[in-house]
Structure formats: C-alpha cells, structure tokens
C-alpha cells in the first residue's frame, strides 16, 4: 500500500528506504567468506555484458524507486569500480535522484585513481571492505595480488576527494582475522574513520559458513572497550544496521553489525537491485523479482512501478530472525551477486 509520504509499506510494516544497486558481479578480490576461488576461478560464468542493466536501465529503475519512497542509494558489487565509467552512473543517479545520499561501496584499491570523478559526479561517501590491518592475514584473507597497502591508499584518495564520512568494513571470522579486532580499532582511531565489524554470515551457499567461525558482537564490542573504554551511542535513523559506540576519550567511533547473534530485520527498509536487473527483499533470499525483462520489452513507468509496488507491499521475509538448522538448506543468492 502507499502512504501519504509517497513510500510504501510491507506486511511488516517497514518502509522502503535504501536501495543498494549491484553494477557487476565480478571482483578482483577473491575472499574466502564472499567469492572463495575454489569456486570462482577462471573458469567460473560471470553475467554476460549483455545481461547487465544499462546504465539508462539502472537510472530509470532508480528513479522509480525514489518516487517510491527511496532516500538512500548504494553502489555495490562485486567490485563496483570495476564497471567501466561508474563515475557516468554516479552523475545520472544524481540526476535523477537530486537530493539522496548516493555511498558506494568499494575494497578501495581503484580509488586513487577514481575518487576524484566519483566526487565530482556527486558521489556522498565510501564505504571500504578492510578486514585486517596486518599484511600477511590481509593477503590471506582477500586471496588477492595486492597488499594492505593498496587498500589505505583508498582510503587517503576518498579522503582527500571528500568522499566522507569514511566507513571500513571488516568481517570478522574466528581464527582468520578475530585477532585484527584491536588493531584495526588502533589504526584507525582519531583518524575519523569509523571501522564497523560484522559478523560473519551464512549469505549464499558457497562459503563454508559455520556459527563456531562467527565471533559475536558482545565479544568485539568487550574487548575493544577492554583497551578504550567505549559507549553505546543512540541510532542516526531507523533502520540503521549498525550498532554504534563511541570512544570516552572523543577518538571517535566503532560499528558492529550484528546479523547473526542480534538480527534486525524488524526495521530492515532495503531493496537490492541486481546487476542483471532483479529486485531483491532480503540478503538472503533464494530469488529476485526481474525487471529487466519488463524494462526491455517496453513496459512504462506505471507498470514497472507497479512491479515494485507488488513485491515490496507483500514482502514478509525475516531470514536472521528465523536462522535455523532448518534455513541452512534453503538455497540462497550469492553476496556477490547482489551485493552486501
């Protein structure tokens, strides 16, 4: 149903708000807990060109999504910098959505080269996927050919674009990194960066997810306040994914995210746009509603808004809430397919 506001509700009642937009399924990472190379190796079938929304197709959709209630969009992937001119979307997104915060979402290695374009095309803010601040685990875990180093030297590049405020995010698996908790809370306080931890979940079906390799919230949130005391800190909007803390002595903040061990679905307000064109409720679903094929055959923007209108108001989906040895069998999408 519509609401005076123009947004839409769903059998939930949470409104629609966010819109994360994957512009390609293909990375120059290869993470263990997202796109482990044992599965995506060369010889993996990544969507055809052919198959992926245009970026017309994609401000089109958008714009649609906006009238609907729409307020916050993101750029993810894969790799979103891998999508050749990106920085054009940026700018037809800004056209069309003027007044919407527009993040992306990066591992940050191609922004040195990409972060001044992407602000000036009207891109908000970065967020950078950092998940050890120690080279050797870095190296181990993104199974990249490339350092740690590529990454702080995005971080540097969004910076100095404006491109902030800056967010790093570290999945956190136990005996792969669990050890960077604190040090990647050293490296980045007082900087003004706000490092975010996230649990480690079971989205798709080819990572190998256990609940013994999640480490939860409570414990890093523990044992970063062990070292700098810290204090919860109220959510910026409803919604808000991450629970967030600030440091006593004013260096700033940490996030955690905590899907796993404290689910939020009950105010979850995003929709995720696939790369080839499918609209998807829920990180962790098992299929999207297509768009694309609706788009392409000449449908008008009454009946595409229509479409949305149909799979948002009869949304009911709460995988994180329901998580049980009965979901683990349910099949799932792939985070790098449409994105995190």
């Known amino acids: 149903m519509w609401v005076a506001s123009g947004a839409m509700v769903d059998t939930l009642g949470r409104q629609l708000r966010d819109l994360r937009i994957s512009v390609t399924d293909r990375c120059n990472m290869r993470c263990s807990y997202c796109m482990p190379r044992a599965i995506f190796d060369k010889d993996y079938e990544f969507l055809p060109k052919d198959d992926l929304l245009t970026f017309e197709e994609i401000s089109r959709l958008t714009g649609l999504f906006v009238a609907a209630g729409v307020a916050k969009i993101r750029l993810t992937g894969g790799e979103p910098l891998l999508r050749r001119k990106v920085t054009d979307l940026v700018g037809m997104l800004r056209g069309v ?134 204090e919860p800190v109220a959510p910026g909007y409803l919604g808000e994914v991450a629970g967030r803390y600030r440091y006593t002595d004013g260096a700033g903040e940490v996030g955690v995210i905590s899907s796993v061990t404290q689910p939020f679905c009950g105010d979850c307000s995003r929709a995720r746009l696939s790369a080839d064109g499918k609209v998807f409720t829920c990180l962790f679903a098992a299929s999207g509603t297509d768009l694309r094929g609706p788009l392409r055959s000449g449908a008008s923007d009454e009946e595409l808004a229509a479409l949305i209108d149909d799979v948002w108001t009869k949304r009911d989906d709460q995988y994180s809430e329901l998580r049980s040895k009965a979901t683990a069998k349910v099949p799932r999408v792939e985070m790098s397919y449409i994105g995190g």
């Open 97 to 230: 959505a003027p007044d919407a915060d527009i993040a992306l979402t990066t591992n940050g290695v191609l922004l040195p080269r990409l972060a001044p374009s992407l602000a000036a095309a009207g891109l908000n803010r970065v967020s950078i996927s950092l998940d050890a601040v120690d080279d050797e685990v870095f190296r181990k875990m993104t199974d990249a050919g490339f350092g740690v180093e590529a990454v702080f030297a995005g971080i540097d590049a969004a910076a100095v674009a404006g491109l902030g405020p800056i967010k790093t995010n570290a999945v956190i698996l136990r005996s792969a990194n669990d050890a960077e908790v604190e040090k990647l809370a050293e490296r980045f306080r007082g900087t003004g960066v706000t490092v975010r931890f996230i649990e480690y979940m079971d989205v798709g079906t080819t990572n190998g997810w256990k609940l013994d390799d999640v480490v939860p919230a409570t414990e890093i949130i523990s044992r970063i306040n062990d070292r700098w005391p810290i």
